[in-house]
Structures are given as structure tokens and as C-alpha cells.
């Protein structure tokens, strides 16, 4: 499957953007869905994911309450929601599909990645 990532930008501290990863395929709904980031000079890490119902959502502490992850598997999209946005949010945000059905958190359990899109959120 092959996975488009956009909306990405530059935000204030404190502002909002949201992410769309969406999907080349109408089985879409078979993957589940991760988010990850990567900032300069540090290791990738998860940020959130989506079960291939869209009913069981995972996040990694530092984003917990911020961001929300959704999806509409009638659009073969998956959205980031970000909100209150910190300057260490700043990175490259990835997202990437995994066929099955465990959500997993470690990027090497994925099979697929999109392109990554730049956030950089300034102070």
C-alpha cells in the first residue's frame, strides 16, 4: 500500500495542525495505522496509532490529551489531530501501515511508510 502524507507547516507554540496519511487502496481498512516522528538528531519515535476499526487508539505519553488519531476508512485517510503544540514537538512526522490486526508501537513492525512531513513549531 502506498501512504501520502500531508499538512504538515509551521505553527506557533500552542497552535494546531492536523495530519492526513491517506492510502492508495481500497483494503485500507485492513491496516493499522502508526504515527511517527523523528527530529534532528534523535531516534524515530511512535507518537500514535489506530486499530483497523478506528474504535482503539494509542498514544506515547508526550502527546497523550494533545493529539488525537482518527480515521475514515471510507476515504482511505487517517488523521493526526495536533493541538497545543510544543516546540519539541518539532520533527518530520512519519506515518506507516501494518496488516494485521495488534497495534504495535515500534516502527519496525510496519510494513509500510509514507514520505514524512515537516512540523516545526516555533517558541
Known amino acids: 500500500v502506498q501512504l501520502q502524507v500531508s499538512g504538515g507547516g509551521l505553527v506557533q507554540a500552542g497552535g494546531s495542525l492536523r495530519l492526513s496519511c491517506a492510502a492508495s487502496?481500497?483494503?485500507?481498512?485492513?491496516?493499522?495505522i502508526g504515527w511517527f516522528r523523528q527530529a534532528p538528531g534523535k531516534e524515530r519515535e511512535f507518537v500514535a496509532a489506530?486499530?483497523?476499526?478506528?474504535?482503539?487508539?494509542y498514544y506515547a505519553d508526550s502527546v497523550k490529551g494533545r493529539f488525537a488519531i482518527s480515521r475514515d476508512n471510507a476515504r482511505n485517510t487517517v488523521y493526526l489531530q495536533m493541538n497545543s503544540l510544543k516546540p519539541e514537538d518539532t520533527a518530520v512526522y512519519y506515518c506507516?501501515?501494518?496488516?494485521?490486526?495488534?497495534?504495535?508501537?515500534?516502527?519496525?513492525?510496519?510494513?509500510?511508510w509514507g514520505q514524512g512531513t515537516q512540523v516545526t513549531v516555533s517558541s
Open positions: 489506530i486499530n483497523r476499526s478506528g474504535t482503539g487508539t
Open positions: 487502496e481500497r483494503t485500507f481498512g485492513t491496516y493499522v
Open positions: 506507516a501501515a501494518r496488516a494485521g490486526i495488534v497495534v504495535l508501537k515500534r516502527g519496525y513492525e510496519y510494513d509500510y
